[in-house]
Nanobody
Framework: QVQLVESGGGLVQAGGSLRLSCAASGRIFSINAMGWYRQAPGNQRELVAA???????NYAESVKGRFTISRDNAKNTVYLQMNSLKPEDTAVYVC?????????????????WGKGTPVTVSS
């Protein structure tokens, strides 16, 4: 079993900052991808920031220069530092981690999603 737990969301005024955390626990051999997505009512889920399997990062154009993704591999945790928040950033932020599991030399990768943590930015 693998579980992702997000934290750090809340209500903040425009221009403020939040730091989101997402920790994976359970039967984990390794994690080769991590990312944050967001979804607002009436909108499709969009990628905000992510690490790929080779360690490179991707950011949505709308958050470049304001958000920073980081990770602690030893803790199976990914963070999202959100600065200069705008009302348009209001959404439920959801963590995804690609977890490698298995035993006896047999492994497989599977994407896991957290429940999401809401972020509301007021003007």
């Amino acid at each position: 079993q693998v579980q992702l737990v997000e934290s750090g969301g809340g209500l903040v005024q425009a221009g403020g900052s939040l730091r989101l955390s997402c920790a994976a626990s359970g039967r984990i051999f390794s994690i080769n991808a991590m990312g944050w997505y967001r979804q607002a009512p009436g909108n499709q889920r969009e990628l905000v920031a992510a690490f790929t399997s080779d360690g490179s990062t991707n950011y949505a154009e709308s958050v470049k220069g304001r958000f920073t993704i980081s990770r602690d591999n030893a803790k199976n945790t990914v963070y999202l530092q959100m600065n200069s928040l705008k009302p348009e950033d209001t959404a439920v932020y959801v963590c995804k981690q690609r977890v490698v599991s298995g035993s006896n030399g047999y492994y497989y990768a599977q994407d896991y999603w957290g429940k999401g943590t809401p972020v509301t930015v007021s003007s």
